[in-house]
């Protein structure tokens, strides 16, 4: 069973436009974690925002945040104020598995594409 | 810092050649895993570590061995290379709160 689902294959946003690529996840831990990293075409894996299921307040980090929905098991990022060096491939991640033994598991990506 | 090094950048392989791929950290950090990325997809974890001297399968570890022999170094095996090995290879390292990506390895097998 997938564990991580992001459900928008590509997305085309114009800039300035805010945007939110849905993440959704399942597991049966109560303690794990969530990610966005960032893949832009040069190919590195930069990340972008953690949210931890004990959190209570969303995460945020500058034009990022992390809309987290722990009873519908979603973690959607969301991009304010989107610019052309936004466009990227993004993967939703997360952390899972007892101390001692946690996994890092990806979704498949969504290709985000910004027209100026 | 240099993070998260990766070696080799690039590799051409036969068929039914061997290699090693090397992960070296200087975060100190517990956890260590390698994925495959292959073109279009996701990123699929092979086998990970968290901790000197353990190992443990992901998602995708046939045809791959891994060592971590030293905290700060994770090696991927590949004992006879097959065409459907050909991808890119990430490793990361981290803890909880976040994990720090090399900048990859692109292994192509003829």
């Known amino acids: 069973a997938q564990k991580i689902t992001q459900t928008q294959p590509g997305m085309f946003v114009q800039e300035k436009e805010a945007v939110t690529l849905d993440c959704t996840y399942d597991t049966s831990d109560q303690s794990y974690g969530l990610f966005w990293y960032k893949q832009p075409s040069s190919g590195e894996m930069i990340f972008l925002i953690y949210?931890?299921?004990?959190?209570?307040q969303n995460a945020t980090e500058g034009r990022y945040s992390l809309n987290f929905q722990k009873a519908r098991k979603s973690a959607n990022l969301v991009i304010s104020a989107s610019q052309l060096g936004d466009s990227a491939m993004y993967f939703c991640a997360m952390r899972e598995g007892p101390q001692g033994a946690q996994k890092l598991v990806f979704g498949q990506g969504t290709r985000l594409t910004i027209n100026p | 810092n240099a993070g998260v090094t990766q070696t080799p950048k690039f590799r051409v392989l036969k068929t039914g050649q061997s290699m090693t791929l090397l992960c070296a950290q200087d975060?100190?950090?517990?956890?260590m895993y390698w994925y495959r990325q292959d073109p279009g997809m996701g990123l699929r974890l092979i086998h990970y570590s968290v901790g000197e001297g353990t190992t443990a399968k992901g998602e995708v570890p046939d045809g791959y061995n891994v060592s971590r022999l030293k905290k700060q170094n994770f090696l991927l095996g590949l004992e006879s290379a097959a065409p459907s090995q050909t991808s890119v290879y990430f490793c990361?390292?981290?803890?909880?709160?976040?994990?720090?990506f090399g900048s990859g390895t692109r292994l192509t097998v003829v």
């Open positions: 975060m100190n950090h517990e956890y």
């Open positions: 990361a390292s981290g803890f909880r709160g976040g994990y720090t």
């Open positions: 949210q931890g299921s004990y959190d209570e």
